[in-house]
């Protein structure tokens, strides 16, 4: 037996809404691949950083990290519902498929907004806590809301909200922000558009029929393709600047740039892709591949800084 | 006070969800009892 609120009751129908959603619905609404991401860059930009933090700190931070980034990919669920439920990607969120109501979406994203920042902030600084806000703040607002459905470059700006994890994780270590954790950001930031557009190229469809402006959508295929391999080159050469700036090795170097030179090889096979394509295979290709990339290149930072530190070589 | 009858899958999910509700305010729990002892053993040696 449940006490019936009038908010319960859609007006005039007289209709009682109960929900059914599962906790694994609101996880889903967290974007937990994406979050696996944000983590992973998070952990990496704490090993990495000069200095230590208490093992639980740091745990309490990545777990601050996730779940602000999580709450923000609620927020992006909120308001993007109308086009996810036409999209044959995200049609089968929580929220276009009717398991979660948009407002309860809204109050789960903000809720845990204001709890990870609150905590960062509380238990490791108020910098990092700050970035944070402002990453949240960044891909929920000036992205989701903003850039996402007004300019094809919105991928490329909306790209920083991604590329803090690895700053904030840094400032939880060292309590600042540094041209080393500026780098870290700028190999996130430079690799989405590569890694963003090769997955619009094939799904550009579906963002043509909901009327968001990606960059195939509006500038065609050809200059897409293009921007990818700018990109691809731009990422490949960042990856490598830790090695130029001395807080990473010559063997680090290597790695990156041999990764590096596989990210641009994709993208020049998507460059060579006939126009009009519909199997898109290399596009898929090299999707596919920059996750590795992106993956490989902050674990080949993290074992270097490993190396180095216990001073096997 | 008006009540309804709530049917086997809206418990069950409810039932989910306090559930999932009593392990996270659990967890802050415990979060906060280890920032206070770390923050306190950090504190002394300090």
């Not at chain 1, 009682?16 to 906790?23: D, F, I, K, N, R």
């Not at chain 1, 694994?24 to 937990?32: I, M, N, S, T, Y």
């Not at chain 1, 998507?270 to 990339?293: N, Q, T, W």
């Not at chain 2, 086997?8 to 002892?37: M, P």
């Amino acid at each position: 037996m449940a006490v019936i609120e009038h908010h319960d009751t859609a007006a005039g129908s007289g209709e009682v809404y109960l929900s059914e959603a599962s906790p694994r619905d609101f996880f889903e609404l967290l974007k937990p691949r994406v979050m696996s991401l944000v983590v992973f860059t998070a952990f990496a930009g704490l090993v990495v950083a000069p200095g230590t933090i208490n093992p639980f700190i740091g745990a309490i931070a990545i777990l601050c990290i996730a779940v602000g980034a999580g709450a923000s990919g609620a927020l992006n669920m909120w308001y993007d519902a109308d086009i996810d439920a036409v999209m044959t990607r995200t049609a089968t969120r929580p929220i276009p498929s009717g398991r979660i109501r948009p407002q309860e979406a809204l109050a789960f994203g903000l809720t845990l907004s204001a709890f990870s920042v609150c905590i960062l902030g509380l238990a490791v600084n108020w910098l990092s806590a700050g970035l944070l806000a402002f990453t949240i703040f960044f891909y929920a607002v000036i992205y989701t809301m903003w850039l996402k459905r007004s300019t094809p470059q919105n991928i490329v700006i909306g790209g920083a909200a991604g590329a803090f994890p690895p700053m904030i994780g840094w400032a939880c270590v060292t309590g600042g922000v540094s041209i080393e954790s500026v780098v870290l950001f700028l190999i996130t930031f430079l690799w989405t558009p590569a890694h963003f557009w090769a997955l619009a190229l094939f799904k550009m469809r579906d963002y043509e029929a909901v009327g968001v402006p990606m960059l195939p959508n509006v500038a065609g295929e050809w200059t897409t393709k293009v921007q990818i391999l700018v990109y691809a080159i731009l990422t490949a050469v960042i990856a490598v600047v830790p090695t130029v700036l001395g807080f990473a090795s010559i063997g680090y170097g290597l790695f990156a740039a041999a990764l590096g030179l596989g990210f641009v090889w994709y993208s020049v096979g998507v460059l060579r892709m006939p126009e009009g394509d519909r199997a898109m295979v290399p596009a898929k290709k090299l999707f596919a591949f920059s996750i590795v990339y992106l993956f490989a290149v902050f674990s080949g930072l993290m074992v270097d800084h490993l190396i180095a530190s216990f001073g096997w070589v | 006070m008006e009540t309804i009858n709530l049917t086997e899958s809206q418990k069950k999910s409810r039932r989910g969800r306090n559930i999932a509700l009593g392990i996270v305010l659990l967890g802050l729990v415990v979060l906060f009892y280890i920032v206070t002892l770390v923050k306190f053993s950090g504190g002394m040696a300090g």
